[in-house]
């Protein structure tokens, strides 16, 4: 097996979305420009998406990493909403859409443009939860972005499975459909709640931070395999574990937290990279494929199918945002009002991805009779063509509508105010135990050691209520950041010493290591919250 293609994607997608980071478009977009063009540079290899591959250990990991990040509780506040875009928009997008295909393209079997349908009804919420971090939208809407991508694809996954069984000559009827989808999801949610008390168990008694960590690498595919073996939602069973361990991450020592923490990102990193690059890369596969249909012929079928995608999702995101608020007064209590400019922006923010190409290229070659799937590559063009619509339209027209329709923005300041307060709820808490632990007999410490604990309680007390406070007019920095750069030259400076010992012999590398590994976690501690 030849790696190095495989090593130049990820290289080659890693350094694009780094260098995309500078930039004010968005990267998932960069990357999918990128596979178009390096799809036709001469010496690069085939890259033919594998669904094989995709599904069952690209997007566990992905979807697990969303999760955990995700707030249960906001989550839970925010349940109708993501319900109505993660089951119901799917399942809407996927008779709607598909049936549009049916009248528009002859010959096209009503079967195969459900396939259709349920193969790019899923949006990827990737590049817009990305654009709503960065430019600040409502939580809210970023909570229900988040929620829609993490349900949607097993709504789309079991949709599709239906309508293929139906356009291969399996038989499917509304009652076996019906039934497939609540095994599918039930099972899904089954099998996630029967892992994760188990699985969180291990995790806290588990000693060794090396373990804990490969156990937390090995949880979403655990989760996903699980499930699927009993035809259950392997989807939904990484979803509902990773919201469970993600909920209780407080349990777990820091050490493990750190070091989880860095792993995931930088799996994450590498996996959103070489999938978006990997969308481009499809091209000559897809077009090579399309055979009887003409470009001009399929290029017109695409942009029907992008605005009918465009479309539909506003056909359901109003009144599904309206209509449930007219009709009960328990949502109006319970939810908070909406103007027009929220729908809008949800409404915008359907770009499709690697989920649904992975989809698209598991339909088989061949139906139950030995005939060839009716309009296979039509349907694996369309899918191309809407994805990279999606992305390039929405993506790049979404920051632009956001500033415009100038929604509100999060509150700096009182975010802040917030966690002042906060911590100093905390800080007292911590004072009062100290004296407890204190007055023991059996806890007694020098003095200094005893002012350096207060010492510290007083630092992390006072470091948020400095971020309110003036800067300095010489460095534009509030005290706090000062105090972190300060800090930071002073673990600095220690750095070079331990080296430096190292290098005169003084001391071996072992030592160095473990006295470097102690700066590294004080620092990652007193800094943590600015990578945020």
């Known amino acids: 097996m030849d790696v190095l293609p495989l090593v130049a994607l990820i290289a080659g997608s890693a350094a694009i979305a780094g260098l995309a980071r500078r930039s004010p478009v968005p990267v998932p977009l960069l990357l999918v420009a990128a596979g178009l063009i390096c799809a036709y540079l001469p010496g690069v290899p085939d890259y033919t998406l594998d669904p094989h591959i995709v599904l069952p250990l690209v997007l566990p990991p992905l979807l697990h990493k969303a999760a955990v990040d995700s707030s249960y509780l906001d989550l839970k506040a925010n349940l109708r909403p993501v319900a109505l875009l993660s089951v119901g928009y799917v399942l809407f997008a996927t008779l709607v859409v598909g049936y549009l295909a049916f009248l528009l393209v002859p010959d096209l079997p009503l079967t195969a443009a459900l396939v259709l349908g349920a193969v790019i009804a899923p949006p990827d919420a990737v590049a817009a939860t990305a654009i709503a971090r960065r430019l600040g939208l409502p939580n809210r809407i970023t909570t229900i972005l988040q929620g829609e991508s993490l349900v949607n694809d097993a709504t789309a996954i079991t949709a599709f499975k239906v309508a293929l069984a139906a356009a291969v000559g399996e038989g499917a009827s509304w009652a076996g459909g019906i039934g497939e989808f609540a095994l599918a999801s039930l099972g899904g949610i089954a099998v996630g709640l029967l892992l994760m008390v188990p699985l969180h168990w291990l995790r806290t008694h588990l000693k060794e931070a090396l373990l804990q960590n490969t156990l937390s690498l090995l949880i979403p595919f655990v989760a996903y395999a699980a499930a699927e073996h009993v035809h259950a939602s392997g989807v939904l069973a990484v979803v509902v574990v990773a919201l469970y361990l993600g909920h209780r991450s407080w349990q777990v020592d820091f050490e493990t937290r750190l070091q989880e923490d860095a792993v995931w990102r930088m799996i994450a990193f590498i996996l959103e990279s070489a999938v978006f690059a990997l969308i481009g890369l499809q091209l000559p596969y897809v077009l090579d494929g399309l055979g009887n249909y003409g470009v001009a012929e399929s290029l017109w ?102 500033r415009k329709l100038k929604l509100p923005q999060r509150d700096a300041y009182a975010e802040t105010l917030a966690e002042a307060q906060a911590q100093n709820e905390a800080s007292q808490a911590a004072d009062r135990r100290l004296d407890e632990l204190l007055a023991d007999s059996a806890n007694a410490l020098p003095q200094p050691l005893e002012e350096r604990l207060r010492t510290v309680l007083e630092r992390r007390r006072n470091s948020v209520w400095e971020r309110l ?16 750069r300060l800090a930071r030259q002073m673990i600095g400076a220690e750095r070079e010493v331990f080296v430096r010992l190292r290098d005169e012999r003084r001391i071996d590398d072992e030592m160095m290591r473990t006295l470097l590994r102690r700066l590294d976690l004080e620092e990652a501690a007193a800094f943590r919250e600015e990578a945020g």
């Open 469 to 484: 406070g003036g800067v300095n007019e010489a460095t534009g920095e509030s005290a706090d950041d000062t105090y972190r």
């Open 301 to 402: 079928y695409a942009f029907a199918v992008f605005v009918c995608v465009v479309v539909v999702r506003y056909v359901w995101v109003f009144p599904g945002t309206y209509l449930p608020r007219l009709f009960s007064s328990r949502v109006r209590e319970r939810e908070p009002d909406t103007d027009w400019k929220s729908p809008v922006i949800v409404g915008w923010a359907g770009m499709r991805g690697v989920v649904s190409m992975a989809i698209a290229f598991s339909i088989p070659l061949t139906a139950a009779d030995g005939e060839a799937f009716p309009a296979r590559n039509l349907v694996l063009f369309l899918t191309f063509t809407t994805v990279i619509g999606t992305l390039v339209v929405q993506g790049l027209t979404l920051p632009v509508l956001i």
